[in-house]
Nanobody, 122 residues
Framework: QVQLVESGGGLVQAGGSLRLSCVASGRAFTSYFMAWFRQAPGKEREFVAATNWNSDTTDYADSVKGRFTVSRDNAKNTVYLQMNSLKPEDTAVYYC???????????????WGQGTQVTVSS
C-alpha cells in the first residue's frame, strides 16, 4: 500500500511555471510506475505524464509535450511535474498516481493522491 500527497499547486499567470511534487509513503516506491493526471471542471480526468522507475522512459500527453517534464527522486520517494509555459487551458486539479502498468489510462493506476489545484490566469 502506498499513500500519495501532492503539493505545489497555485495561481500563476499564463506563460509562467510551477513545479508539482508528490511524496509517496510506504515501501517499494521504485516498483511503481508514477503518473500525473488532471481534471478540469466539467471534464473527464485526463492523462498528463508518466515515468518508469528511474525516469529513463517517460510519456506525455500531446497537449503538454515540450512544456512539462516528469521526473522522480527515488531517494526521496518523490515524483515531480515541472510545468513551463503554462496556458489557461492547463487549469485543473492535478493528481499523482501509482500503478504497476505503464499506461495512459487512469484505470491502470491503483493509488491516487488527493489532488492539487493549478489555476492559470490569462
Amino acid at each position: 500500500q502506498v499513500q500519495l500527497v501532492e503539493s505545489g499547486g497555485g495561481l500563476v499567470q499564463a506563460g509562467g511555471s510551477l513545479r508539482l511534487s508528490c511524496v509517496a509513503s510506504g515501501r517499494a516506491f521504485t516498483s511503481y510506475f508514477m503518473a500525473w493526471f488532471r481534471q478540469a471542471p466539467g471534464k473527464e480526468r485526463e492523462f498528463v505524464a508518466a515515468t518508469n522507475w528511474n525516469s529513463d522512459t517517460t510519456d506525455y500527453a500531446d497537449s503538454v509535450k515540450g512544456r512539462f517534464t516528469v521526473s522522480r527522486d527515488n531517494a526521496k520517494n518523490t515524483v515531480y511535474l515541472q510545468m513551463n509555459s503554462l496556458k489557461p487551458e492547463d487549469t485543473a486539479v492535478y493528481y499523482c498516481a501509482a500503478g504497476y502498468l505503464f499506461l495512459t489510462s487512469s484505470t491502470a493506476y491503483e493509488h491516487w493522491g488527493q489532488g492539487t489545484q493549478v489555476t492559470v490566469s490569462s
